[in-house]
Each structure stands twice: as C-alpha cells, then as structure tokens.
C-alpha cells in the first residue's frame, strides 16, 4: 500500500472509531440517566461508586438533563421523560433558581416555545437589578445567561435589551491572553479561572454568532478557543486552571470526564458550525479516546453495566491541594507553574446527572459520520 493509501486508511479508521464512540455516549447516556432520578421528578447531586443511594437533588442538573433529553428527542432518539412534566418540576423549585439557573431555564424553555420567558426574565431583571450583580457571577453562569438569552431573542420571545447588557459584563472578563477571567468581581481569583469558564463562555458566544446577535461574538469565541486548543494536552486531555493573564496552565488536575466528552464538544462543535473551521470539530473529537482508557491512568471511565459515568482523574489528597497551591503561587512569582512531583493519581469515583445530560447536548443529532470525521 502507497504511503498516501496508508495514511487515509488510517484517517478512514479513527473516523470509524469516533462513529462507535459517539454512538455509544448517545446510548451509554440515555440508559443511565434514568438510574440518577429521585421518584421527585429531579435528578440527583450524584451517587457514589458501589453505592445505589442517590445523594441530594439539584435543579440546576435536572435542567441540564433536560437540555440534553430535548435535544435528543429532537434528533429522532427515544426519550421515556414526560419533559415537560420534568421542565414543570424544575420550574415549581423556581425560588431556588440562581442567575446562572435561570440562563438554564431560558436555554430550555426556547426549545418549548418560549412559553415561561416572562416569568424567567422578570425573574431575571429582579435577581440581576445591578451590573455588580451580574460581575459578580462565575463565568459558567454569566455564559449560561448569554446562552438562554440569545436563544430567546433567537425565537423572538424577547428584544434582547438584557441580553446586550449581560454580554456587556461578559466582555468585561476578556483577558489580553483571549482567556475569560474566572468573573468579574474577585480580584486575586478572577485571574485563574478553570475548564468550565472557557468553554461554557466558547459555547455562549457561538451561539450569539450563530443567531447574528453580537458583531464580536464570533471572534471572541475564537480567541478563547484558540487559546484552549494550543494548551490542549497531548493525550487529548483538557486541563483544569489557567492563568489568563498569561495565557497558560496552572494546574492540570482534575481532567474532568465531562469535559472530554461532553462539555468541550458542546462547545467547539457549536463554534465549528459557525465558523466552518474544522480544528475546532477536530478537538473535540480527540478528546473522546481519553475517557475510554488513553489516559494516565489507563482507565474506562465510562461503565455501561453498572450506568455509571466516573467523574475525573485526580491527584490524591493531601497533593491535590498543595499542587494548586504551588502552581498558583508560581504563576504569580515566577510566571509559571511549579511541577509537584510524587502526587499520585486516583479516579473519582462519582456520577452527576449532568454529565449525562451534556453528552446528549453535546451529540444528539450531530453524529459523526466515517467519511465526515476522515475528510474533516
């Protein structure tokens, strides 16, 4: 075989096996979701590893279940939820609802026409009277807003006055690097924001983007994006801290399951479509392999028999703490961080419902086909 042949039978071949994986997450999530649901109506906080006890219930991962149940169904899969009854149990919890809970209820509420959106943003206007209350927001909530909102203006349900003034809070964040500061508020924390603050912040602006919403919408989100592609870990891992003022890792554990597999292709697939730029499909994509075993440890973390998603690879405690520590004092000192060496690896071995549900957002209807991924 010609070394050309060779080299697109081997594209043909990961191209295949990403085909498999991503039908396997759809499956693997829509049979385990159901394992995670309280007799309520909500999902739970999580479960332990061996245990068949379901610890709490969270609204805000029942909503993400959701999300992820709607977008499914839509793409032809069968869903055995009532999710309206589901959307009306969350919404009966509507005075627990955080800001960032309430961009959850917008995102999903657009996909049922838009029939709560006056109640969820005069909740809104409410909760959020001040832009310091919108600066003081985490960048994972700020996003979910940006999200629900443009959603809503998308379908016509709202004018997008507050959506201009959330994306104004959000733009307040950008550091010099392209990387988000973790919020807009805290001053010695801003500056080391984690995984989810990037790539929730790629996802909402790609959609704004994508509807036509904000004239800087696409290219901040290709900043931020390009930033986490060229700090993505060889092993197609994402890592967990940055220091975005300088635009590099602080810490790299935990690697969050979640984000391999579900919340980084939520995002970059999102922005690929937008843009037609296939690096960032590409990404997402090699990211797949390290939950089913190419990681450090050599672990599936994905059990299909016991329906069970294992939360991330970790350093065992008391090193965990103490490398965060140290990396974050060597970002500031010396501009990098500090490599802490003998902190053994361990898994985490916990599943929350929302991981579930962001594998179904993430490839619900956007399965990849072999002669797709290979041309990619």
Known sequence: MAGSERFFAKRASVAIAADTAVSELIAFALDSLSSLRHPSG??????????????????????MALLGLQRAQAAGYPVDVDLDALFGVCLDRRSSFTLGDIGLA???DSRGGGNEHRELLAQLQRSAASDSDLDALVGMEIAWLV??????????????????????????????SGLFLHDGASKPRSRFPNFATEIYAVLALATAARLDLDGDARTLAEDTANQLLRLQIDDGGWP???DARRGTVVERYEVYT?????????????LSDVTGDARYREAAIAGLAWSRGHN????????AEHRFAHRSIRRKSPWNRAAQAA???????????????????????????????WMLEAWAGRELKGSEAANG
């Open 106 to 108: 917008l995102w999903a």
């Open 147 to 176: 999200t629900g909102l443009s959603l809503q203006v998308g379908i016509g349900a709202d004018d997008g006055g507050m959506l201009a003034r959330v994306l104004r809070s959000m733009k307040r964040r950008v550091a010099p």
């Open 296 to 303: 450090e440890l050599g672990v599936d973390l994905l059990d």
């Open 258 to 270: 979640v984000h391999q597999d579900a919340m980084a292709p939520m995002a970059l697939l999102e």
């Open 240 to 242: 967990w801290l940055f």
């Open 327 to 357: 990396n974050v004092a060597g970002s500031i000192v010396a501009g990098r961080p500090i490599r802490v060496s003998g902190s053994a690896l361990e898994v985490n071995r916990t599943c929350r419902p929302y991981h579930l549900g």
């Open 42 to 63: 909500l999902y739970c906080y999580d479960r332990i590893w061996g245990a068949s006890e379901l610890r709490g219930e969270s609204v805000r991962y029942s909503f």
